[in-house]
């Protein structure tokens, strides 16, 4: 699946006339000095799409210092094709635009640049590209006036702006770090009617930051706001006051689109209802294609190059006031992090996707409409659905990365669905809220029994809070309706050790259960399935004459596995090969059976399993299981409970369900000496 991020805002065409080349990014400078009154200097105008009506540029040092140029853009066909103005800042053998200054695109904390296009000039888009081989950085004021549209800045090596700096871009606002060398004149013309923008991140540095503070609270919500670059990309918003208004830094409503190191392109079209569709599309990057091999013709399959380890920076929205996620778009060949404090609402399926990387959340990630860490969404399945994939350095559509929910992370949502990679890692330490508001369920629309099922590659690890809550007055018990846990590499592995007791029960639905899938289990907290059974699937290789995967199953001591039946790889192996289990029981495995069948424990294939053969090799620990049938199949070493060097002081525990008895099979495929001693 090649998924495209659509963004609707009432902003000004961004015409692909802006493609131009960029310099060639230099190796990374520190970020340069800037003094209070700098302006943008030794710019020269590179493209210029219709010459004929003004729009002037003012870049005022101070406010008696102004220094204004003016150029020329046709009204005639501007509105029905766009327009733009290009205007690179240093590198120029020919100066025309404040030919004395800093070479470069800056703007101090005293300074400000203003871009005001006449009434007959039809929403030009300008791109200001700095060339001057250092990052650019605004601290002061950067605005589009008139009918100016879109504003872009370009650094091949980074952009930073600061905490003072104020951008009034209603049109929309692209801070891009991304290499555009080489595109030809030919290709140039041509890119300029499919209006789309090529992200090239192959030797760039720097990044993109934007840090807490900046106003960018004028680009409204009818603009856009497109963050792209390599190396760091960092998103910083906080609460801003201006004329005794208080209002948050980047609205909600602003459609913004984060791209952290993904090669591809970011485009945005005038539709037939005037609205502006903005549209990241990651590609697959192939071969590895200079841009001078850019053309009309190969645009749609050209292969732009990503910069694997980008990690992207969130620190957007607080408790009292979260940032809705309706219009934001994150994509990273690398991490993100959802930084501490913020708080993140309403977020949708793909609204963030990464690969090669970890999605770290150590603030709020809530699904639907909460109100910090309180459910508040009643509809069905709000769903942390992350299967969305994405191109990365390969042909092949890919599964996003890891993810970490950090000690100080909560997550709010419905359900909670996530597949990973199989490289990628599943960790909670925070705080995992899931949504309930009946005991009963007939249809999607009566209740909002949530469901937690998790597949990754490598590791599934819970060891924070992992919490059913009721919502809507609802006060009856609150369980997890289904869960699946999956670690599907060979020597994956699953620890379940949330903060208390989960419970996995089914209402008036016929029975579900829990389901395990890894190499190596380790249970340090109880799960009790109500009404189900408990189904654990271990890990063996794709052939059925491959080696066995050996692997181990540990209960806790003060842990309990309980559900109506336990089947411990008694429905065969993960795959077609053979899998090898030992069992470490210092906790209680209970098969609860129901009211007219007593429970059974399964300890390897009892039957001809549908998938690989998993065999059981010791059985031991200071715990007990009880059923009211127990079964042994393919054992290959021995049950006991070793504490002493006298055997018959030794053994492991058996109970038989209330009033009832014990039936005990056992089926002893070892090729040594085995022992089998109960207590």
């Known amino acids: 699946m090649n998924p495209q991020h659509h963004m609707r805002f009432a902003a000004k065409p961004l015409t692909a006339a802006i493609l131009v080349a960029l310099a060639s990014p230099a190796a990374f400078a520190a970020t340069p000095t800037i003094t209070p009154s700098q302006v943008p200097g030794q710019g020269a105008i590179t493209y210029n799409t219709y010459p ?220 037939s209802s005037s609205m502006v569709v903005a549209t990241v599309t990651p590609q697959d990057s192939g071969p590895v294609q200079p841009l001078s091999a850019l053309s009309a013709g190969n645009l749609s399959t050209f292969s732009y190059q990503d910069a694997p380890g980008t990690t992207v920076g969130l620190n957007l929205g607080i408790t009292t006031s979260p940032y809705s996620a309706t219009n934001l778009s994150v994509l990273a060949n690398g991490n993100v992090v959802n930084a501490t404090g913020a708080d993140l609402t309403q977020v949708t399926a793909g609204t963030l996707q990464w690969i090669n990387g970890t999605f770290t959340n150590n603030g709020v990630y809530d699904f639907g409409d909460q109100t910090g860490s309180t459910l508040t969404y009643t509809g069905w399945n709000t769903d942390f659905y992350s299967v969305e994939s994405i191109y990365g350095n390969g042909s092949q559509a890919q599964s996003i990365g890891s993810f970490l929910n950090a000690s100080a992370g909560t997550v709010n949502g419905g359900s909670f669905y996530y597949m990973g990679s199989s490289q990628a890692e599943f960790t909670n330490l925070g705080t995992i809220y899931l949504g309930q508001n009946s005991s009963s369920y007939t249809s999607p629309s009566s ?126 192996a993960a795959n077609a090969g053979p899998a090898y289990t030992s069992y470490k029981i210092d906790g209680s495995m209970v098969a609860t059976g129901t009211s007219s069948t007593p429970g059974s424990a399964l300890l390897g294939d009892f039957v001809t399993p549908l998938h690989g053969k998993a065999s059981v090799f010791n059985v031991s620990g200071a715990g007990s299981i009880t059923a009211g049938t127990l079964t042994f199949s393919n054992l290959l070493g021995s049950v006991n409970n070793i504490t002493t060097g006298q055997i018959l002081a030794n053994g492991f525990k058996v109970n038989a369900p209330t009033g009832g008895e014990v039936n005990i099979s056992v089926s002893a495929d070892g090729s040594a000496p085995q022992g089998f001693n109960l207590n």
């Open 52 to 271: 004929s009506a003004p729009i002037t540029v003012t870049a005022a040092a101070s406010p008696t210092a102004p220094i204004t140029q003016q150029w020329s853009l046709s009204a005639t066909t501007a509105q029905t094709q766009g327009a733009a103005v290009v205007i690179q800042w240093g590198g120029n053998s020919n100066p025309t635009l404040n030919a004395n200054g800093t070479a470069g695109f800056n703007i101090g904390a005293q300074a400000g640049v203003e871009f005001d296009g006449s009434a007959n000039v039809s929403y030009a888009s300008v791109l200001n590209i700095d060339a001057s081989g250092n990052p650019s950085v605004i601290l002061g004021q950067l605005s589009a006036a008139g009918s100016v549209g879109a504003l872009f800045v370009a650094n091949a090596n980074g952009i930073v702006v600061g905490a003072s700096a104020v951008i009034t871009a209603p049109g929309g606002l692209g801070l891009v770090n991304a290499n555009l060398t080489g595109i030809s004149s030919s290709a140039f013309a041509a890119l300029q009617s499919k209006g789309e923008l090529p992200l090239d991140f192959q030797g760039v540095t720097g990044g993109v930051t934007i840090e807490p503070g900046a106003d960018l609270s004028s680009i409204g919500t009818y603009g856009f706001l497109l963050v792209a670059g390599a190396n760091n990309v960092n998103v910083g918003g906080a609460f801003v006051s201006s004329g005794g208004v208080t209002r948050y830094s980047i609205p909600n409503g602003t459609s913004v689109v984060v791209d952290g190191g993904v090669g591809g392109v970011f485009s945005a079209v005038a539709s």
């Open 447 to 572: 209740a909002l029994i949530p469901t937690f099922h998790v597949s990754v590659g490598q590791s599934v690890n819970l060891e924070g809070s992992l919490t059913p809550v009721g919502i809507d007055g609802y006060t009856g018990s609150t369980y997890i309706f289904d869960m699946r846990l999956t670690a599907s590499a060979t020597g994956g592995s699953i620890l379940f050790d949330p903060a208390s007791p989960v419970t996995v029960a089914n209402g008036s639905l016929s029975p579900v259960g829990a389901y395990f899938t890894a190499t190596n289990v380790d249970m340090g907290q109880s799960l009790n399935v109500e009404k189900g059974d408990f189904t654990f699937y271990p890990n063996s290789a794709t052939s059925a004459d491959a080696a066995p995967i050996s692997g181990s199953f540990t209960i806790a001591s003060g842990a309990t596995l309980s559900a109506d039946n336990l089947y411990m790889g008694s429905s065969g």
